[in-house]
């Protein structure tokens, strides 16, 4: 669904980075300013101060980036660094499925195809292949129409799950925050803190959109 571009071996060693530090540290007492923090956020009503911490890296393609388990209690966090991130990608067909699973009219699916391959077609058998942009400035009623039927609240609950915390295999482990920085300086917030700020953004662009979330061909 969303074409990750680039080189994202610099991400990756972030999350090394994070694990081997908090193994490391091995306790609490031992962190930064900025990693105490963070961990008295994804711990918070947990009693952590002096019991060991274990990070890992979870297996499989979830989304979450990293385990980390104080006192019996794991939390998973979603790492991100930069600008621009790209946050899911799948098949188009599987997309589609999930789409009907979830309501979205055959009339909705028919356009997001459309935009999809920009040449025509609905498989991508057509002529040439014109721009997202190019497709949106003489499409700008099945834009619309798109748009707001990826607004209803209860939809976009699903997508952010599947894009963000969750991912589109099953079972998997749940991101209970995301984390955006390094172990020196970092913002994060929590997953129901996300969801209620994405549900309350009136995002007006012209491209297709889940709230502040954009699909990428």
Not at 65 to 91: L, P
Not at 166 to 179: E, H, K, L, M, Y
């Amino acid at each position: 669904m969303a074409r990750i571009i680039g080189d994202n071996s610099d991400g990756f060693a972030n999350e090394t980075e994070i694990i081997n530090y908090l193994n490391s540290s091995k306790y609490y007492d031992n962190l930064n300013e900025n990693m105490k923090a963070f961990l008295s956020f994804l711990f918070r009503g947990v009693s952590i101060d002096g019991l060991p911490i274990r990070a890992s890296k979870p297996t499989g393609m979830v989304k979450p980036d990293i385990a980390i388990t104080i006192n019996r209690e794991t939390r998973y966090v979603s790492v991100k660094k930069g600008s621009g991130n790209s946050v899911h990608q799948e098949k188009l067909n599987i997309f589609e499925n999930y789409l009907r699973c979830s309501g979205i009219s055959d009339t909705i699916i028919t356009y997001l195809k459309e935009f999809h391959y920009g040449d025509g077609s609905t498989d991508g058998n057509g002529g040439n292949r014109v721009s997202a942009n190019d497709w949106l400035s003489v499409n700008y009623r099945k834009a619309t129409e798109m748009n707001k039927a990826f607004s209803n609240p209860d939809f976009l609950i699903g997508i952010f799950d599947r894009v963000l915390f969750v991912g589109n295999v099953s079972p998997a482990p749940v991101v209970d925050a995301i984390f955006h920085g390094n172990i020196n300086n970092a913002l994060w917030a929590s997953r129901d803190e996300i969801i209620t700020y994405l549900l309350a953004q009136r995002n007006t662009a012209s491209n297709i959109h889940f709230s502040k979330l954009t699909y990428q061909v």
